[in-house]
């Protein structure tokens, strides 16, 4: 069964620094990894995707995740923070071949001005 | 909006009580969710349906009832709940495993 690690429960940043949040999964065969954001009160909202292809993808908001498949992790960067990017992350996995998507339990991210 | 619409926003009700939550979505997705959602826990699959199949119950106590009447429609049926049943109810709806899910609001349930 496939599963995600999101080792950092926070994370806290300067705003203008570069953030890093980290993600790690396990799932056999090949994976389809997410990151989404949720801010307070609201749904989940996606942010960007990985499902082949270049191991750099960038999403939403300047976003960008790097597929690392020896270190099996999909850390989610940002160049320069703003404070607006504070929220609560979850990586997720999805094999290729069902629809079950297992989230991690979520980085809250604070970016302090 | 992203599409996919829960009502309502808010709930409270007392533990006699029986409500329905509801999603809605008309994306043309074949896949729809439902997720727990509590203050410092990871995100709880509850139910899926795979065009209005229910292929998944993950050992969700029977005080909680779906119902997918299309591909459209998807509610939560609630019935003599608990306090520790208090959380956001999340509604997801996808289109096949290449793709994200999409996200309801949520609906903030309150038992008392």
Request: aromatic share 12%; hydrophobic share 30%; glycine share 6%.
């Amino acid at each position: 069964a496939q599963s995600v690690a999101q080792p950092e429960d926070q994370v806290n940043v300067a705003e203008g620094n570069p953030l890093t949040v980290k993600c790690t999964y396990s799932v056999s065969g090949n994976p389809y990894l997410f990151w989404y954001v949720q801010y307070p009160n609201r749904g989940l909202q996606f942010l960007l995707k990985y499902i082949t292809g270049d191991n750099l993808v960038k999403g939403s908001y300047g976003f960008e995740a790097e597929f690392n498949k020896s270190q099996t992790s999909f850390h989610l960067k940002k160049p320069s923070a703003l404070v607006s990017d504070s929220a609560l992350y979850f990586c997720a996995v999805r094999p290729y071949n069902n629809n079950d998507m297992r989230f991690g339990a979520g980085t809250r991210l604070t970016v302090k001005p | 909006e992203t599409g996919v619409t829960q009502t309502p926003r808010h709930l409270v009700m007392g533990m006699t009580n029986k409500k329905s939550l509801k999603c809605e979505q008309h994306l043309g997705h074949n896949a729809m969710y439902w997720y727990k959602q509590s203050a410092k826990k990871p995100l709880e699959l509850m139910f899926v349906y795979n065009f209005k199949e229910q292929t998944e119950n993950n050992s969700v106590p029977s005080r909680f009832s779906p119902e997918c009447p299309n591909s459209s429609h998807l509610f939560l049926h609630l019935h003599t709940l608990q306090p520790e049943d208090s959380a956001l109810y999340l509604c997801a709806s996808s289109q096949g495993a290449r793709y994200g899910y999409t996200f309801g609001s949520g609906t903030r349930l309150t038992v008392v």
